[in-house]
DNA sequence: GTTTCGGTTCTTTTT
DNA sequence: GAACCGAAAC
């Protein structure tokens, strides 16, 4: 099949794509076609003859990469099938899979969610005796081991930092984080930040590995560039110091994640990195009316060391964005809605309008005005589809048999037993020598008579399912393992448990299905913890593709668009967020979020102003309009007043 | 000594 | 909605 490039794309992106080998650096601004360049940077590359398997594609999500190959197969047909995409973290997974062992890891490794951190910090606190109201709490304590290891800084250092006006020991942090990172080691577990480390780690200290990928990867191309971490950077240098043809894709303007150790300057000083580097802007935007793209430019004008980039508009003048100025959040809530329905009878369809917001939280009261509505609406939620409880509980039994040394697991399973808490569980995992083996039928009597009265029973039925999968191998069929689980025992226990149970209920039949797709357990495992919010969304309801309103945050909609967009709660605190405010820079990175929300509209844009907020003890918590909004030139803007203020 | 239950408090952003 | 704490129940 032959490829049209010139009349496919326009001169910048065209450019871009044809750039010759070498390191290459696309300053793509927001809807200037930046997925549809690296596309076609793919499918140029294969059909010049660069085989599939020799591009490595990292992305921010594995969704973005699925659709840019499925793009790109489109194009040039099957021969991209071979090609490596994915997140870093996805990346980093399958090369440890391999290795783990040059590093004391056994290739059964666990991966630790959020949840397992703060389970396993907060026991070793209290183990530690540190354990006090004053003492930072485990995701303050997570957060800075965190930020430390992706900035590659001591915890001492952030540490200090962090509590400077608070009456904190930094070296019982330093403690607390030593034992967390021994603690991992004896669970074989790794969590997010480990992933990313110890691949760094095993490519630095071992030269056969890192030649035989730096070989592999002949061609690597990198997405949302401006978000990565030193660590991932110093991975892309490693990975392509051989070939040395690195293409990396981003906007400094779009940098929002310096929270998580992602630094914009890697994006900046690529040039002075790479000497030989080619630069390419892309600038020309196809999304956005020409009103918008003004506030845009607008509002990031002011954020300093920034590469100069101006928005330019191909689209038809047509209005200027609104700035709603509402009373509280039922007010902005009720403008929101009538909006909606007014655009539905126009025949926009509900999926082309999104809801965008700084927290979680703050779509609290509009989620409830639009169920009484019956406005359709879906909600990528701040608990991640794989982190609720009841989805935790049946992979827990997976993750045993996967991992035996999965203490967490294990307690999360037994837990779950009427009558055995935390201290029977302990009891139970020292009396089989912290392992529980599938296949060790010791182990399991010694389990079976060691359970109090009232949970044996239960017990009893849940060992059958483990002496199934020994004898029966059923390691090879996640969804039956699944499926006996919550036959067995789990169906009833949560009928008995949750007030919502039909919903949790769907939800594990959507995860049997979902398990469907895996061989093995061990494959089912690992797309387990490194697949996000949206993706789990795609994978349980790909059939059902409802036309609804979308709600997200807006880290959640990088790289999305939508016909009509509503910003929530532009008030200095809630977004810009307090929080932030306080931080070095973060002033600067939250009017880049605003600049990120401002650029996913087509069409119209409705900034919410609401001055009011009612408190949980009943007082009133009063607002100023944020200062993004403020610091707007009104003449680009329609004001709009509704209820009181 | 443990588990379970009920009431209270708080919400930044995520691979 | 979920994490935490204190008190009742086993």
Redesign the pocket.
């Known amino acids: 099949m032959h490829i049209d490039f010139e009349n496919e794309l326009n001169a910048e992106q065209l450019a871009a794509v044809k750039a010759g080998d070498g390191p290459v650096l696309v300053l793509a601004a927001a809807g200037t076609g930046k997925t549809r360049t690296l596309v076609y940077r793919v499918a140029y590359l294969v059909e010049g003859g660069v085989p599939a398997d020799h591009i490595l594609l990292l992305t921010?999500?594995?969704k973005a990469a699925r659709e840019m190959l499925d793009r790109a197969r489109e194009l040039v047909g099957p021969q991209v099938s071979g090609l490596w995409g994915g997140?870093?973290?996805?990346l980093a997974n399958r090369i440890l899979r391999r290795n783990a062992e040059a590093l004391g890891y056994q290739v059964d490794y666990s991966i630790l969610?959020?949840?397992d951190q703060?389970t396993l910090v907060?026991r070793i606190v209290e183990e530690l005796g540190l354990k006090d109201?004053s003492f930072p709490?485990?995701d303050v304590l997570l957060?800075v081991f965190?930020y430390a290891v992706n900035t590659e800084q001591l915890v001492e250092d952030v540490a200090m930092d962090r509590f400077e006006n608070h009456p904190v020991e930094v070296g019982d942090i330093v403690r607390v984080y030593h034992a967390y990172e021994d603690r991992k080691k004896n669970l074989n577990a790794m969590d997010?930040?480990d992933i990313?480390t110890n691949c760094l780690m095993l490519l630095e200290g071992n030269e056969k590995v890192r030649e035989r990928y730096q070989e592999r990867f002949r061609y690597i191309l990198v997405d949302e560039y401006q978000d990565t971490n030193s660590i991932q950077y110093k991975l892309v240098e490693l990975l392509a110091a051989k070939h040395r043809n690195v293409l990396v894709v981003g906007d400094d303007f779009q940098s929002?994640?310096s929270?998580?150790g992602a630094d914009f300057r890697n994006i900046i000083n690529f040039p002075d990195k790479y000497e030989d580097a080619q630069v390419y802007k892309l600038e020309t935007n196809y999304r956005s009316v020409p009103e918008i793209l003004n506030v845009a430019n607008e509002c990031i004008a002011g954020n300093p060391e920034q590469f100069q980039k101006e928005l330019r508009a191909v689209r038809e003048q047509h209005r200027p964005p609104y700035v709603v100025r509402v009373g509280d959040g039922n007010q902005q809530a009720d403008y929101i809605i009538d909006k909606i329905q007014e655009y539905a009878r126009e025949g926009r369809p509900y999926n082309d309008m999104a809801i965008l917001y700084?927290?979680?939280?703050h779509a609290?009261e509009l989620q409830l005005n639009l169920t009484r509505q019956r406005i359709p609406y879906v909600i990528?939620s701040?608990?991640?589809f794989f982190e609720?409880?009841h989805i935790k509980d049946a992979c827990a039994i997976m993750r045993i048999i996967h991992n035996p040394a999965d203490e967490l697991s294990f307690t999360r399973l037994l837990?779950l037993?009427?009558?055995?808490?935390?201290?029977?569980?302990m009891?139970i995992w020292n009396l089989i020598d912290q392992r529980f083996s599938v296949a060790n039928l010791t182990a399991r009597l010694k389990v079976q008579d060691a359970m109090?009265k009232?949970a044996k029973p239960t017990w009893e039925k849940i060992d059958r399912i483990f002496q199934l999968v020994d004898e029966e191998n059923l390691r090879k069929n996640p969804s039956e393992i699944v499926f006996l689980f919550n036959d067995i025992f789990y169906d009833q226990y949560a009928i008995e448990t949750f007030d919502?149970y039909p919903?949790r209920s769907e939800d594990i039949e959507e995860l049997i299905n979902y398990c469907g797709q895996f061989d093995t357990l061990d494959e089912f495992l690992n797309e387990l913890a490194?697949v996000?919010?949206?993706e789990a969304e795609d994978a349980k309801g790909s059939e059902q593709q409802e036309d609804a309103v979308r709600l997200s945050?807006i880290?959640?909609a990088k790289g999305l668009e939508f016909g009509v967009v509503f910003v929530l709660w532009l008030t200095d605190g809630m977004f810009p967020?307090g929080?932030?405010l306080e931080?070095l820079e973060?002033e600067s990175?939250e009017r880049r979020?605003f600049y990120v929300v401002t650029t996913r509209a087509k069409d119209d844009l409705h900034l919410m102003v609401p001055s009011y907020r009612r408190q949980?003890d009943g007082g009133v918590q009063y607002y100023n309009p944020s200062r993004f909004v403020q610091e707007l030139d009104e003449t680009l803007l329609s004001e709009v007043e509704r209820g009181y203020f």
């Open positions: 921010f999500t594995n997140t870093f973290h996805h969610d959020s949840d703060r907060k109201k709490k485990p957060s965190s997010f930040d990313l929002i994640y929270w998580r700084r927290s979680h939280f609290m990528t701040g608990v991640r609720q409880a837990g037993l009427p009558g055995v808490g935390p201290k029977t569980v009891k109090p009232k919502n919903r490194l996000t919010n949206l945050t880290h959640q967020s929080r932030s931080e973060g990175e979020l949980r």
